[in-house]
C-alpha cells in the first residue's frame, strides 16, 4: 500500500498507533510512513520511539535521512556516526553510507560525499539488493564533480544491477541470488537444468540461486571514518539479495 498509495499507508499506521502504541512495530510503520509523505519531523519522532522501544539501530538511515529532510544536515552527522557501523548489517550499512554521503552534499562537501561512499560493497561487478541505490549515489556524487564520464559509467552499471535483480526476482523464493557468465547455454538457448542456470534476455548473464554465498555480504568490513551518506528515498532494511555480474565484453 505504502508504494501505491503512501498517505493512505500512513493513515492507516495512525490509527494503529492509537490502540497499539507500544509496539516497536507500530511506531516503526507510523515513521516510515511518515517519511514517505514527507512529514520528516514526525518519522523522527516515531523513529526515536521505534529505538528506545527495540532497542534497535536498524532505521538509522531513516534517521540520518530525516535529519536533513528537516534541514539539520550537521544532525544528521551526528546521528550516522554515533553507532558502530560493524554492528549494522550490511545493508543497513550501505544505506547508511548512501545517507551519509547525501549531508556531505547538504553541506557542500562533494569530495567528502564521494569518501562516504567508497565502502567495501560498492563492487562494480556484483550485484546485490542495495547496489542499484549505491551505484546510482555514486554517479550522482561523480556529476556533480564534474567527472560526467565516471558518473555514466556508474549509472550505467546500477541500471544493469537493477535488470539483473528485477529479472531474477521471478526465479524463486531466495536470498542469495548470483549472476554468472553464460556458459551452460546450448545452440538453441537452452538451459542446463542440473546447473539451475536461467538465461537473462538482454545480458550476457545468467541468475542462479545460491545460498552458501550469503555469508560474503555479511562479513565484509565496513571503511571507518566519520562517513555518513545518503540519497534521497532511502529504503528500510529488507531481506539481502545479491548478485555476480558479468558486463558484456568482460
Known sequence: MIDEDPQLAHEHALAASRSAGRVGVVRETVAIT?????????????????????GSDEQLPLIVDSERGVGRPDRALEEGRAVDRSSLSVPVR????????????DLGQTDRALQELEIPEADPDRAFEWSPALFSARAAVLEE???SDEAAEWERRAEIAAD??????????REVIVVEEIELIDDE??????SGVIPLEGN???????DDDASEAHDEDVIEGDGDDRADGIEPAETVV??????DGR
Open 164 to 173: 539483473a535483480l528485477d529479472a531474477a526476482a521471478g526465479v524463486a523464493d
Open 189 to 194: 538457448g537452452g538451459v542446463d537444468v542440473a
Open 94 to 105: 550501505v544505506q547508511l553510507a548512501i545517507a551519509m554521503s547525501g549531508a556531505r552534499l
Open 242 to 247: 545479491e548478485a555476480d555480474v558479468e558486463e
Open 34 to 54: 511518515a517519511y514517505a509523505v514527507g512529514d520528516f519531523a514526525l518519522a523522527l519522532r516515531e523513529l526515536r520511539t521505534h529505538r528506545r522501544i527495540t
Open 145 to 147: 564533480l564534474g567527472r
Open 204 to 210: 550476457d548473464v545468467a541468475v542462479e540461486s545460491a
